[in-house]
């Protein structure tokens, strides 16, 4: 058995995460942390093998940090932060962890990227649309923003602006419109609940101890 700690456990997706945990049977939740809950992460480190995070950009990168240092693997979803700060924090940590990092676990959403750096060589030119829940704190997202970096190193040509839509009734989508000469291809990925990002979630956690670097982003990197 896998022992998971969660950091956010009171939040949407860390209250998806201890139920997939939960529910797998290879895994079993280590602890919950969370300031809502009244736990901190420093609390559930002993009892963890990995911690999975999804909290708000202020304090992921410290929460990962403690992880590192603890010798606990670090499954990392919270956006908005930089993570050439947290490469450099898993590259020199001497706790032998590892850290992963997905902006996006949905498999339909690591397709879309992958799919768009394929269509970028032969249509460059275009826009990304990133629709997302009101409370999201980060824009454009760290999808949009993973995306708009894969096109680019495809040979593509992502306009500025990204769009970003905030609205109840969301969870996450976006959208990526390529246009040529009398032509436009549209590719959209809707994740309409939080549940499309735990198999992904669960891979990273299964697959963490296993990886041969210390700091690996994209799900892509485990499929
Ligand atoms: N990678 C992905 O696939 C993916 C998918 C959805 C959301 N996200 C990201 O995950 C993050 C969380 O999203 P959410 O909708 O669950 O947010 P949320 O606001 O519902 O939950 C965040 C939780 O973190 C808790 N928290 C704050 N500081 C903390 C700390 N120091 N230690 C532990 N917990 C702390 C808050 O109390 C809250 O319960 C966001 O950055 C969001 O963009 C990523």
Redo the contacts with the bound molecule.
Sequence with gaps: MIKVGV????????DAVCEAVGAAEDTELAGR????LGV??GEILDGADVVV????????L??ARACLEAGVHAVV????FDLDQLRAAAESSDGGANCFV?????IG?VLMMEVSQAIAAHMPECEIVELH?D????AP???AKRTAELIGAAGGNVHEPIHSVRLPGLV?HQEVIFGGEGQTLSLRHD?ID?RS?MP?VLLAVREVGNLPDRFTVGLEKLL
């Design positions: 950091s956010g456990a009171a939040g949407r997706m860390g942390a969370d300031p809502a901190e992460l995070d999804f909290t708000t950009p202020e304090t992921a410290d929460n979803g919270t956006t908005g997905a902006p996006n676990f949905a959403a829940h409370r999201k704190l980060d997202s760290g999808t996450a994740s939080r990002f992904g």
